[in-house]
């Protein structure tokens, strides 16, 4: 198995191919250690010391370090742990986890069922390149609330990738949007 990797925007975080799929679909966002317990992948990284954040893609994996951290220091481990999770033949993540890392639905207007069908053809490819994602989150009086996961979360182009990227974007399409702004989830 040969991992290739990334780097993202963001010089915290490291973005790692495995050849292969990571999650069916969707993808998946651990901040923290805390909530890793669904996910064999993410806990096996989040043992490596110095691992902050752990995000799951289709085809990716996206880790966020401290900042004492060196990569030089921590990328072999990294590379180690994402391989032995694939020799185990385990899943990503397991049963009632995935379930809760999937996509919220629920009765959507018009303009959000717009917003959303943007974000998934034009916002997210370009972000999952970068090791990242964003979510859906709310539609209030023509503000978007979207949250950055992954090597966006955090990222110092961050803001600049959600006012004139997507801002623009979505006020192009759809004139009832005038504000997008982040959300902390």
């Known amino acids: 198995m040969f991992i290739q990797t990334e780097s993202t925007p963001n010089p915290a975080t490291l973005k790692f191919l495995p050849g292969q799929a ?15 317990a669904g996910s064999p992948l993410a ?3 989040f043992a490596v010391e110095g ?3 752990v995000f ?3 085809d990716f994996v996206t880790v966020t370090k401290d900042e004492a951290t060196a990569w030089e220091h921590i990328k072999p481990a990294l590379l ?6 694939y020799q185990s033949g385990q899943p990503a993540i397991i049963g009632e986890a995935e379930a809760a890392h999937a996509a919220h639905d629920g ?9 959303k069908q943007l974000l998934d053809t034009r916002v997210r490819p370009a972000v999952a390149q970068d090791g990242g994602d964003i979510t859906f989150h709310g539609f209030d009086r023509g503000v978007v609330y979207l949250h950055m996961q992954g090597a966006c979360a955090g990222c110092p182009s961050s803001t600049l990738t959600l006012k004139m990227g997507i ?5 192009h399409y759809i004139p009832e949007v005038t504000e997008v702004r982040p959300v902390a989830e």
């Open 22 to 36: 990571v999650l069916e679909a969707g993808t998946a966002d651990f901040p923290g250690p805390e909530g890793a």
């Open 80 to 85: 180690g742990a994402i391989m032995e999770h």
């Open 167 to 171: 801002e623009n974007l979505l006020r």
């Open 107 to 115: 009765p959507d207007s018009e303009i959000v069922n717009q917003i």
């Open 43 to 45: 806990q096996r990284i």
């Open 56 to 58: 799951l893609g289709t």
């Open 51 to 53: 691992v902050r954040g």
